[in-house]
């Protein structure tokens, strides 16, 4: 069993930057793939950023791609999100994801999630 605690959401203006982080504990596993996903009120909950369980590659969305950093830190069990040039159309709830095995854009192929932090950019 893992448990994923997001934070580091907040209000900010476009064009501001946050970084989100994600504490993991439990059985966690360097082998797990982890990604961020994002729900806007209304729409389904869509694929941002995910990495590798070995190796750190990326991947990322269309609508994140350049903006957007996902990095992890296995000395700590923690995943990070960092988000540059905020616009608008991000202001969702982020969650954090984990599965056993590669990473992934679907949201049903992963196994653990968190509860969500709060992102709101005002123009």
């Known amino acids: 069993q893992v448990q994923l605690v997001e934070s580091g959401g907040g209000l900010v203006q476009a064009g501001d930057s946050l970084r989100l982080s994600c504490a993991a504990s439990?059985?966690?596993?360097?082998?797990?793939?982890w990604g961020w996903f994002r729900q806007a009120p209304g729409k389904e909950r869509e694929f941002a950023a995910a990495i590798s369980g070995s190796g750190g590659t990326t991947i990322y969305s269309d609508s994140v791609k350049g903006r957007f950093t996902i990095s992890r830190d296995n000395a700590k069990n923690t995943v990070y999100l960092q988000m540059n040039s905020l616009k608008s159309e991000d202001t969702a709830v982020y969650y954090c994801?984990?599965?056993?095995?590669?990473?992934?854009?679907?949201?049903?192929?992963?196994?653990?999630w968190g509860q969500g932090t709060q992102v709101t950019v005002s123009s």
């Open positions: 994801a984990a599965r056993h095995g590669l990473k992934s854009r679907v949201v049903f192929e992963y196994d653990y």
């Open positions: 439990g059985r966690t596993d360097t082998r797990y793939a």
